[in-house]
């Protein structure tokens, strides 16, 4: 059974901090990391995505991949309120089918 | 940019219907899914399709039944609602195997 674990928070942090959004997971096969954010009530949408090893970055957020440790994180720089979000992580291994993570709270508080 | 469309923003039903969820992407992707995303469970996968008359069963597909006669569109089928569907579903499509899924807007169904 392939497994993505995420802490399920709440993870709060101040205005203008770096939230760090961690994801660890089972299968050493995987190939394909992504970040949802999912607003209540909303659908989940696509922040990043990532497939090697390192760093990837787009504008405020950054994906790590650590693929030895089995571990993809999510940075956001500079948190906004609007950034309150459920955050999902999802793994692919070459099939068809992701495997999500239940998802971390992340609340921005002025 | 892609676009999922689902048919229902909201929705309520009664025991025993039958219950059709409709969903349509325009970007011609080849897999579509349908979750179901309760508190505390996350997202639920019930089927999904690769391929134009193909399907697969998910994690719970007990209950439901799904029909894809066309590429665009996938079809979610309640054959006979219970209260314990009621729930948020969820439809998605991606272009291949470890691309990013796309999502709808959701349906929030209540059977009563």
């Known amino acids: 059974q392939k497994e993505v674990e995420q802490n399920s928070g709440p993870l709060s942090v101040p205005e203008g901090a770096i939230a760090s959004l961690n994801c660890t997971y089972s299968?050493?096969?995987?190939?394909?990391f992504f970040w949802y954010r999912q607003y209540s009530g909303k659908s989940p949408e696509l922040i990043m995505f990532?497939?090697?090893?390192g760093d990837k970055e787009d504008g405020r957020f950054t994906a790590q991949l650590n693929k030895a440790s089995q571990y993809v994180s999510l940075l956001i720089r500079d948190s906004q309120p609007s950034d309150s979000a459920t955050y999902l992580c999802?793994?692919?291994?070459?099939?068809?089918?992701?495997?999500f993570g239940r998802g971390t709270s992340l609340i921005v508080h002025p | 940019d892609v676009k999922v469309t689902q048919s229902s923003r909201y929705l309520v039903k009664r025991t025993g219907e039958k219950v059709f969820l409709e969903c349509v992407q325009d970007?011609?992707?080849?897999?579509m899914f349908w979750y179901r995303q309760d508190p505390g469970l996350g997202l639920r996968l019930i089927y999904f399709?690769?391929?134009?008359?193909?399907?697969e069963k998910g994690d719970i597909p007990e209950g439901y039944s799904v029909s894809r006669e066309k590429k665009e569109r996938f079809s979610l089928i309640l054959e006979s609602a219970s209260t314990n569907q009621t729930s948020m579903y969820l439809c998605?499509?991606?272009?291949?195997?470890?691309?990013?899924?796309?999502f709808g807007d959701g349906t929030r169904l209540s059977i009563l």
């Open positions: 998605a499509s991606s272009s291949g195997a470890d691309q990013p899924q796309h």
């Open positions: 299968d050493r096969g995987s190939q394909s």
């Open positions: 990532i497939y090697s090893n």
């Open positions: 999802a793994v692919t291994g070459g099939s068809y089918i992701p495997t």
């Open positions: 970007m011609d992707h080849e897999n």
């Open positions: 399709s690769y391929d134009v008359k193909m399907k």
